[in-house]
């Protein structure tokens, strides 16, 4: 497998945190069967999170994750793989929802890469039924990553 996650990182985030998106991005692509891609992640505050969603979706609050879609099937050079697209993630945000559903910070910024890396293949929760199959998705990944306490909330 040959998966190359940029991780970016503006605000002060958990020890070890590059590790453990790792794992989760490895075990999300691995599941959809992806063996080679590349994608960014940055993890940020809720006052760039506001002002992306702001931008991108006009909805002018903080949200806990955001994809971008690279939208080309091919790779940007013949000798890399290809480029999914970038994931926003507000730590703080997934730091308040982990609080309220009991888990560590670690465990709600996993759950929100697997979330941000299924939109980017195309899953979404816009219908009952495509919020089921992505949650049904998200459940499988998290525990297999012995994450089985940490719930999607619809939140994310």
Known sequence: MTITLDIQQDLESPAGIEDALKVAAEAALENERITSAMLTILLTDDRTMR???????????STDVLS???????ALMDDQPPYL???AISVP???RQA????????????????????HLLGYDHNTEDSKNE???????????LQLSHVQPTEGS
Request: overall charge negative.
């Open 99 to 118: 609080e309220a559903q009991g888990h560590s910070t670690t465990a709600e910024l996993q759950l929100l890469t697997i979330h941000g890396i299924l």
């Open 93 to 95: 945000y997934a730091g």
């Open 85 to 87: 697209g970038d994931i």
């Open 134 to 144: 992505m949650w049904v998705v998200q459940r499988e990944l998290l525990d297999g």
């Open 68 to 74: 971008f879609p690279f939208g080309e099937e091919e």
């Open 51 to 61: 002002s992306l969603n702001r931008q991108f979706r006009a909805e002018d609050k």
